[in-house]
């Protein structure tokens, strides 16, 4: 795809008077937002939403991000775990999580006098457990990426061809994509995630998420870190201790994106996209 949905991209922005962005520094939402200031200039505004499923970490490299690229911003709280419905962690609690943050943002966009919200979903996110996609459906959320036929892989070539240093970024997820579902969505128990991530992170680790099964944590990191985290098995158990779990596990099978996922292939219904347009779907 490459230039050719560069291209395409470039002529979507540019037939939009203005446009806000749900922007949350990641690597699909920093390059939507960097191309669509190109093309629109101060027509473009990019809002991220700040809740308790966001690390501070996150929060602030995307901020600095934003002020690096020259883009206009605005942080947004919302409150997912006001939900009980949510917070429950049914099998769609992203579509939940999705409707609410997407309510949030079209709320904005009428106060500001702006027809169209976009979002940086791509044609690859169609490929995994994506309820969240409906919701933003539901609420005329735009998806220009998709619309361009841009991939995860069409993505990063053009973000590395236009010289955009975060080309190689990798994927990031909201903190509750580490509690499996139906286990409870708590403040401290999304607390105690990050500070978890937070403190490998302190002591070298990258590419690691820490999944939390009640006392005990599962982490998942790249075969060729499993090692460093073996030989630093004591330092990593009080780490973890410290901040409120009571078991350290290290998952054999190695880091992988939404691994909480994989006990919905086998039956458990959701919304499962076959292709970039959504259809067919598994329910």
Not at 203 to 213: E, T
Not at 252 to 271: C, F, I, K, Q
């Amino acid at each position: 795809m490459g230039e050719s949905g560069l291209v395409r991209l470039r002529d979507l922005l540019a037939g939009k008077r203005e446009l806000l962005i749900s922007y949350s520094g990641g690597l699909d939402s920093s390059f939507l937002a960097s191309v669509a200031r190109d093309v629109l200039g101060d027509r473009l505004i990019c809002v991220m939403l700040d809740s308790r499923l966001v690390p501070r970490s996150e929060l602030a490299m995307a901020e600095k991000r934003a002020q690096e690229m020259g883009i206009a911003y605005q942080v947004i709280s919302v409150d997912p775990l006001s939900s009980p419905e949510f917070c429950a962690s049914p099998a769609n609690r992203c579509y939940l999580c999705k409707k609410i943050m997407c309510r949030a943002l079209r709320e904005e966009a009428a106060r500001l006098g702006i027809e169209y919200v976009a979002d940086g979903l791509n044609s690859s996110d169609f490929c995994d457990y994506r309820p969240g996609i409906r919701a933003s459906e539901e609420e005329r959320i735009w998806h220009p990426l998709v619309e361009a036929g841009m991939s995860k892989g069409d993505i990063r070539t053009a973000a590395r061809d236009l010289g955009m240093e975060f080309w190689d970024q990798p994927a990031s997820a909201c903190l509750a994509s580490r509690i499996p579902y139906s286990e409870p969505i708590t403040a401290e128990g999304l607390a105690r995630v990050e500070a978890s991530e937070d403190f490998l992170r302190s002591i070298g680790f990258s590419g690691f998420r820490v999944r939390a099964h009640g006392s005990l944590a599962r982490i998942e990191v790249s075969k060729d870190q499993m090692h460093h985290i073996l030989e630093n098995g004591q330092e990593v158990v009080e780490g973890l201790r410290r901040v409120g779990f009571s078991y350290v596990t290290l998952d054999l099978a190695g880091y992988r994106t939404g691994s909480m996922n994989e006990v919905l292939r086998d039956g458990v219904p959701g919304d499962w996209h076959d292709s970039p347009r959504g259809a067919p779907q598994r329910r």
